[in-house]
């Protein structure tokens, strides 16, 4: 809409749907050991474990208006942007259980029935998921801008404003008493990212360019998502050892978490300053026409990546003594040695539980071109 010579308003709506669903093969099932995850050293060898799965069927609606306005020497444009973003997943990984070898020879014994010397499985690990298959989930993102390029001589331009940016996060249905924090997902309010650059002919064939500007990533569903699931009771990640109480001989399953030893389910948390990552960016360059038809330009460029995600199991605790491992050639000799610090489940702060990760901000990333 052009009200006067010197405004333009532009308005758009949209709307975008993405739905990926894939369903259960049975053609692609190892008839030996059927819907059971098996890796080994970390190879997949058995069924798939995520089918079938709806990941995601997502609805995304968006607003925005944009108005510019010519003053003179200055052009200026504000506007807003409004989406919602609805995803909604019908998933339950793992959910028909998922051995974990670290060689072929240990899966090649279980899947004989031979035993371990002390009875138990022969496997590293076992793992499976219960609990509810659908998430839904749906993200608000408001934001605003103002921004002018102002003129101010024919050899000088700047360009200058801010944007600020906030998301609406659903918070959990269901809180873990143990950890309240598994209810609270915190939205950050103070996302303000300023811009500026300029521009200067130093001479009609030389010119600067150079600007800085701060930029937000937006949230991603999935990890919301994954604080929703990871509180322990939406959905039961349960990691299991062969010596522990409870632990399945190959190729049985677990039918519910319930009765499990201490420290079989994993949880996972929201930082209570959890927040999003942005990047610092800024650019320099000098431009010089050599000729009507042969210009030359040099450039700098940096970005730096703040408060990234990052994971922390805060149920580490303090570190045990160190190990020494042996280090084999091919034919199984001894040719060294590796001394590690270890960390034992024994010195765990919560001994009821597995890991317990905590989604933070504590990455950084540098860039220099």
């Known amino acids: 809409f052009i009200p006067t010579s010197t405004i333009v308003n532009e308005a758009r709506f949209g709307w975008f749907k993405d739905r990926l669903y894939d369903p259960y093969n049975p053609a692609l099932i190892p008839p030996q050991t059927g819907s059971l995850g098996i890796s080994v050293n970390n190879t997949p060898v058995g069924a798939a474990t995520d089918y079938d799965r709806l990941n995601p069927s997502e609805n995304r609606f968006q607003y ?3 108005l510019s306005w010519n003053l003179g020497k200055h052009a200026v444009k504000f506007g807003f942007d409004y989406m919602a973003t609805q995803d909604y997943t019908k998933l339950l990984r793992q959910e028909f259980g998922n ?6 020879a240990a899966f090649a014994l279980d899947f004989s029935g031979v035993r371990s010397a002390t009875g138990t499985g022969n496997y590293n690990t076992f793992q499976q998921r219960f609990g509810n298959r659908v998430i839904d989930t749906t ?14 001589t024919p050899r000088l331009t700047l360009n200058y404003g801010v944007r600020y940016e906030y998301t609406s996060i659903p918070q959990p249905s269901q809180v873990n008493p143990d950890y309240p924090a598994t209810g609270q997902i915190h939205s950050p309010g103070n996302n303000w990212a300023p811009r500026f650059s300029m521009s200067y002919a130093i001479t009609p064939k030389t ?7 701060m930029f937000y990533a937006r949230f991603q569903s999935g990890l919301i998502q994954n604080l929703f699931t990871g509180n322990g009771l939406y959905q039961q990640f349960v990691s299991i050892q062969p010596t522990q109480a409870g632990a399945p001989i190959f190729p049985n399953i677990l039918q519910s978490a319930a009765g499990l030893p201490l420290g079989s389910v994993d949880l996972q948390v929201a930082d209570n300053n959890f927040r999003n990552p942005y990047t610092l960016q800024t650019d320099l360059t000098v431009e010089r026409e050599l000729t009507p038809t042969l210009g030359v330009s040099a450039s700098y460029i940096y970005s730096r990546g703040v408060q990234l995600f990052t994971t922390r199991d805060l149920n580490l605790g303090d570190p045990g003594p160190n190990t020494t491992f042996r280090v084999n050639d091919a034919s199984g000799n001894q040719v060294g040695t590796f001394t590690t610090q270890t960390y034992l489940a024994a010195n765990k702060v919560d001994r009821r539980y597995g890991r317990i990760w905590q989604v933070e901000n504590g990455g950084q990333s540098w860039y220099n071109g």
């Open 64 to 66: 925005s208006d944009n």
């Open 99 to 104: 051995y974990l070898y670290g060689t072929f």
């Open 139 to 152: 993200l608000h993102d408001y934001d605003f801008y103002i921004q002018d390029q102002f003129r101010i």
């Open 207 to 213: 010119v600067v360019r150079g600007g800085f500007g």
